[in-house]
């Protein structure tokens, strides 16, 4: 089987490769750091249309995958893409509104049954609202379990050095974050 070694490469540079690799059509391993890559290369290469499994090694993991010989399908589907560059809502310079701003909005997201968008795209500061103290985490976890796709940054995690502390949404990549905003009919940015 092929060995590919993308530890040490920046995001998205292992989805890349991965995705790549699948188009020879012949199983591969992909060797990558943790830190979510192995789960973001999983991901793509689903949506490629290969299967794929998880290996833990000492100070590394691999992905083996084996792409498939057919075409993966493609939907359209009318998606809402929502993106959160930061820890509260506004720049008029009032701390406290902006904070109270943040929570109600993600709280009136957890009581809408319709106009909720399909997924949410964490991002700079925004990934401190992912975290295990963010004041609206159970809100969060409750639009989780309602079916909403919450991305958050990966690198932006790592940079602020809180990956340790996520505790909502799935670890991502640049590449998943671009398809996502890139394949939305709507797109917003609050």
Same mark, same amino acid.
């Given at each position: 089987?092929?060995? $590919? ?16 690799? @699948? ?5 591969? =391993?992909?060797?990558?750091?943790? %830190?979510?890559?192995?789960?973001? $290369? ?8 290969? %299967? %794929? ?9 691999? !992905? ?6 057919? !075409? ?11 993106? !959160? ?14 904070? !109270?701003?943040? =929570?109600? /909005? *993600? ?15 964490? /991002?700079?500061?925004?990934? *401190?609202? +992912?975290? &295990? &103290? ?7 976890? $409750? ?9 958050? @940054?990966?690198?932006c995690l790592k ?7 996520? #505790?909502?949404? +799935?670890? #991502? ?9 890139? +394949? ?7």
């Open positions: 089987m092929k060995e $590919i070694d993308v530890r040490g490469k920046p995001c998205p540079h292992p989805v890349l490769v991965a995705k790549e690799a @699948c188009k020879s059509g012949t199983p591969f =391993r992909i060797l990558c750091d943790g %830190s979510g890559q192995p789960e973001n $290369i999983q991901r793509a290469v689903k949506r490629a249309g290969a %299967s %794929s499994k998880i290996i833990s090694h000492d100070g590394y993991e691999s !992905v083996e995958v084996v792409p498939s010989l057919a !075409v993966p399908q493609t939907t359209s589907s009318e998606k809402l893409v929502v993106s !959160v560059p930061g820890d509260r809502f506004g720049t008029g310079g009032d701390r406290e509104l902006e904070d !109270v701003l943040c =929570r109600m /909005y *993600f709280h009136t997201l957890t009581e809408m049954d319709e106009a909720v968008p399909d997924t949410l795209v964490f /991002y700079d500061r925004g990934v *401190f609202l +992912t975290t &295990d &103290d963010s004041p609206v985490l159970e809100d969060l976890k $409750i639009l989780e379990k309602k079916g909403l796709t919450l991305l958050v @940054c990966g690198t940079h602020f050095e809180i990956t340790d502390k996520h #505790s909502a949404g +799935t670890i #991502s990549n640049m590449y998943e974050i671009a398809r996502e905003l890139g +394949t939305a009919v709507k797109h917003y940015a609050i």
